[in-house]
């Protein structure tokens, strides 16, 4: 069965730190994979997704077939990376999405 | 910008009441979906809709039916509320795709309290 996985509930890390936020997911195809983010108070919004290998506010993530990985990372953390993120994989139509990880980056 | 709007922020019901919320997006996307947000769980998809007047159940379609008549608008009907269903639901869309998945755009959700 198709599943996406993120084992961090909760990721607290200074400002200028590395951050890496894990994912895996359980798919036998193709995989699409899209990481999302929720600022406080706002939508939830796309930050990237695989197939466009772009790097969006300083993230980026890489697929990785071997390990089913889609690990997001970015070199820098900043004050306002502080958010909700969610590992998202595509199943027909929809999404289907992990639990979660909350990114806290503390000066 | 693709607009998502969901008609109310927050919603209190009593149990066995029957309780709409209803979606509503401005760019023709084909494709609606009702998920539910919770701490610890994630994003559980509820139902979807990929045309007029066609649906798909979700992971966790129980207690919970959809109706869309018009492309623009779709409604998430709990049939008999209960506490269990006191969530954060979220409408998404997507246009339609045949080669591969479109992100989905969010509303801002709308917080349901069961009491």
């Known amino acids: 069965a198709q599943r996406v996985t993120q084992p961090e509930k909760l990721l607290s890390v200074f400002k200028g730190a590395p951050v890496e936020l894990k994912c895996n997911y359980s798919?036998?195809?193709?995989?699409?994979l899209f990481w999302y983010v929720q600022y406080s108070r706002q939508r939830l919004q796309l930050l990237l997704r695989?197939?466009s290998r772009e790097s969006i506010k300083g993230f980026t993530a890489d697929l990785n077939k071997g390990e089913t990985s889609f690990h997001l990372k970015k070199p820098f953390a900043q004050e306002e990376d502080s958010a909700m993120y969610y590992c998202?994989?595509?199943?027909?139509?929809?999404?289907?999405f992990g639990k979660g990880t909350t990114l806290s980056v503390s000066s | 910008d693709v607009k998502v709007t969901q008609s109310s922020r927050y919603l209190v019901k009593r149990t066995g009441e029957k309780v709409f919320l209803e979606c509503v997006q401005d760019?023709?996307?084909?494709?609606m979906f009702w998920y539910r947000q919770d701490p610890g769980l994630g994003l559980r998809l509820i139902y979807f809709?990929?045309?007029?007047?066609?649906?798909e159940k979700g992971d966790i379609p129980e207690g919970y039916s959809v109706s869309r008549e018009k492309k623009e608008r779709f409604s998430l009907i709990l049939e008999s509320a209960s506490t269990n269903q006191t969530s954060m639901y979220l409408c998404?869309?997507?246009?339609?795709?045949?080669?591969?998945?479109?992100?989905?755009?969010f509303g801002n959700g709308t917080r349901l309290t069961v009491t």
């Open positions: 998404a869309s997507s246009p339609a795709s045949s080669s591969y998945n479109s992100p989905l755009h």
């Open positions: 809709s990929y045309d007029v007047k066609m649906k």
């Open positions: 760019m023709d996307h084909e494709n």
């Open positions: 695989h197939i």
């Open positions: 798919y036998s195809g193709s995989p699409e």
């Open positions: 998202a994989l595509g199943r027909g139509t929809a999404l289907i």
